[in-house]
């Protein structure tokens, strides 16, 4: 495992969780929603961390050792509805993404004025969605062994090799993954 990867389960907002940690046998990375470990790295990867991971650990309870199933393979990702002209940008809310808006005045009406606010893109403001990416999933959750997660996360760990799940369907207790290299925890969702 190389802390490249386990950089894309680290949060960016200057927390403690912007890097991944160690704590004795394991190299810790999470984003609140997805806990990723792997044994210890080499080098410090520099993050200090947050106690109450141990608190998940104990909610989660033990690895299993049985009931694991393989996660399948995601459905390709679909335009943003939100965003669909403007690539990872909202429509513009002035000219509804035309590019160009009709003025008026007492005597006379102006059409296919260029639009000010997005200089006749068309594109509004960085669309949150779809994270300005202009693609989401085609549905927000998955069902996977009678457990429903939410899609971009289960996507998100479909980065590694042999990803398996060990599904407890209840709301608070995280799930158990696992991969070549490490495993994780997850919450699940409802449907
Ligand atoms: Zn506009
Ligand atoms: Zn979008």
Known sequence: MYIDTL???CTDN???LDLPWTA???TYASNRFIVVRCPALDEDPGGRGVAS???VYRTAGPKPETGWVDVPEMRGLVPCPMCSIGGGRS???ECDGTGSV????KYSTYDDITCDSCDGSGCGDFCEPCNGT???EPEPVVEIGGVWFIAGFVRQLTIFKNLQVAPVNCPDQPNWFRFDGGDALLLPTRS
């Open 7 to 9: 950089m894309q389960f």
């Open 14 to 16: 200057g927390g403690t």
């Open 24 to 26: 004795g046998e394991w």
């Open 53 to 55: 991971i141990d608190r």
């Open 91 to 93: 429509v513009c809310h």
């Open 102 to 105: 009709t003025l008026s005045n």
């Open 134 to 136: 202009g693609r989401v």
